[in-house]
């Protein structure tokens, strides 16, 4: 993972953390073919109201700290599954429910990945 990737993805996981998102995976996906990002940051929020509060503190983080703009958000209307599209990386927040069903840790199991360790 390149520098400039790496600080994308620490800047979207102080955003998760800093409205206590979960279950925080890193999907290195450099060097994978056929995927739209260098990376994915998987993170699960424990309600709808959650899960936009991630979002929001994600797209604050991202814009202080590194003047970067999402590109596109998906999922927003009704916070069950919100892709944010930040070109090199994609962070999805999830419910627990819908993070189970949709198994996008499981489906991109050839790439490295990391977990993150929750804080309290």
């Keep these: 993972m390149t520098q400039e990737i790496k600080q994308l993805v620490d800047t979207a996981v102080k955003g998760i953390q800093e409205k ?5 995976s890193i999907v290195d996906m ?3 073919e056929g995927t739209v ?6 993170c699960e929020g424990n309600s ?3 899960v936009s509060a991630i979002m929001d503190s994600v797209e ?10 999402v ?6 209307q ?17 419910l627990p429910e ?5 198994n996008l840790d499981e489906l991109w199991q050839d790439a490295p990945t990391t977990q993150i360790e929750d804080v309290e």
């Design 20 to 24: 206590k998102g979960r279950s925080i």
């Design 98 to 102: 819908a993070r189970d069903f949709y």
């Design 48 to 50: 709808p109201s959650q």
């Design 30 to 32: 450099e060097g994978m």
């Design 78 to 94: 009704n916070c069950i599954w919100v892709a944010m599209d930040y070109t090199d990386i994609m962070v999805h927040i999830f």
């Design 71 to 76: 590109v596109r958000t998906a999922g927003s």
């Design 60 to 69: 604050e983080t991202m814009r202080k700290e590194l003047h970067e703009k």
């Design 37 to 42: 990002a260098q990376a994915f940051v998987i």
